[in-house]
């Protein structure tokens, strides 16, 4: 059966647009694989009336074309032409400059939905991407910038010839173009490019993989003798109860990392009623962005988290209760550019050092994920309750239906070892 062709939504802005595979036969005489037009509207209905007239548009130019009434390439822009679509060659847009790009992208974004810290954050990292290509490669019109000025511009990042910059290492110039590359795509899928050039430049290919290849050395997380040294040293033990800022939370976020898998910002931006009390008595810890200082990384990451009961025995409840559920857990630390955590993170790195175990190129805070994931593999815990608990989505169209039963998730986290008795936190 033919599929019903249908309005594009677009993913980040909510704009529909039409796009049409152009014919095999008619690609040469056309000059293009695919048209593509904003339907300058993001309420569905609106959308699926501009639809019919930009599609009938472009039934238009494929006969035209079939009867050899285009001398030169026909020009796709003129599909959907009763829309109020600028023409994809008119000089007031093709003439735009990258920052007027960044401009447009920042506001396209805005768009999203998402909570006003995420939205924040993008906004700085991209425009840190774009205001760099900016200053090494100028403010070019967009229409002019080609896959040589990316090559260029990757060249730099690398091998700068001012000896005083900083080189950038590889990973950070994949990061680096992929940002610049989605705010050309939004150019692209606003009818103001052809092609975007980061893409077109395969750049990304000439780096080499984004992934260091898998080592059967891998160090990623800590080993239990590692978790043990940890726990165990004077030096954690005291933090228990240290005051001002980040205080405490450097006793308890890397152990309820290691009890959960659960990501540095995910436990720091807890709120009091986040950690919570189920039918059968189990307690669970909610990861949801629910307020507009909280945000998760993926739609998996919003779930409940079942807490281990030596978390229980360690008094993580006494951080809640007789608390107003509108305060957070850890009220000492304050969201800046790295989030509620990044203060955390650099206290935690400088312990691991004293202890021994720090290793370079381990994430000192994010390793923890790593540890819950081995000792789940280790201890019987099924992969699928592991992803549960650790937000993992599995690619599986499956395991979107349904719901994660909690009471058997409650039982297998007491699977897990306990970290605490092994370091002398809790007696045996």
Not at 345 to 364: D, E, F, H, L, M
Request: proline letters at 7%; glycine letters at 6%.
């Amino acid at each position: 059966m033919a599929l019903i062709a249908q309005p594009f939504r677009h993913p980040d802005s909510g704009i529909y647009y039409l796009r049409r595979r152009v014919p095999d036969d008619l690609r040469q005489i056309i000059g293009k694989t695919e048209i593509r037009r904003s339907l300058h509207t993001r309420h569905h209905q609106q959308a699926k009336a501009a639809f019919a007239l930009a599609y009938a548009e472009s039934e238009r130019l494929f006969n035209n074309a079939r009867q050899g009434l285009c001398i030169e390439p026909c020009k796709p822009e003129t599909v959907g032409k009763p829309l109020p679509a600028p023409s994809l060659h008119a000089p007031a847009e093709s003439s735009i400059r990258l920052s007027e790009a960044l401009t447009r992208y920042v506001q396209s974004i805005s768009m999203s939905g998402r909570s006003e810290y995420v939205l924040r954050r993008h906004a700085v990292d991209y425009s840190r991407a774009v205001n760099r290509y900016i200053t090494d490669m100028g403010d070019k019109p967009i229409a002019s910038i080609q896959p040589s000025d990316i090559h260029a511009f990757a060249a730099k990042l690398i091998q700068p010839a001012d000896e005083n910059v900083k080189p950038l290492a590889t990973s950070s110039t994949r990061l680096l173009l992929a940002r610049l590359s989605s705010v050309m795509a939004f150019t692209v899928d606003s009818g103001l490019l052809e092609i975007n050039p980061v893409t077109t430049s395969r750049i990304h290919k000439r780096l080499g993989s984004g992934k260091a290849k898998r080592r059967l050395d891998d160090n990623r997380g800590y080993t239990w003798g590692e978790l043990v040294t940890l726990f165990s040293h004077p030096e954690f033990q005291r933090l228990r109860y240290t005051e001002g800022r980040p205080g405490n939370a450097v006793f308890w976020i890397p152990l309820i990392a290691a009890y959960t898998g659960g990501r540095r910002e995910e436990i720091a931006q807890l709120y009091v009623d986040d950690i919570h009390q189920h039918e059968g008595a189990s307690w669970f810890i909610r990861v949801i962005d629910d307020r507009p200082d909280k945000s998760v990384k993926t739609d998996s990451s919003r779930r409940e988290i079942p807490v281990h009961p030596d978390l229980i025995a360690l008094g993580l409840l006494t951080l809640v209760q007789g608390r107003a559920p509108g305060t957070r857990v850890f009220p000492q630390l304050v969201k800046v550019s790295d989030g509620f955590a990044g203060i955390v993170s650099k206290s935690w790195r400088p312990i691991t050092q004293r202890c021994g175990v720090y290793q370079p190129g381990r994430n000192p805070l994010h390793a923890f994920r790593h540890s819950f994931k081995t000792l789940a593999r280790e201890h019987g815990i099924p992969k699928e309750v592991s992803d549960w608990i650790t937000g993992h989505a599995s690619g599986h169209i499956g395991d979107s239906y349904g719901i994660n039963p909690l009471p058997r998730m409650a039982i297998e986290i007491q699977k897990l070892p306990s970290i605490a008795k092994a370091a002398g936190l809790l007696p045996n």
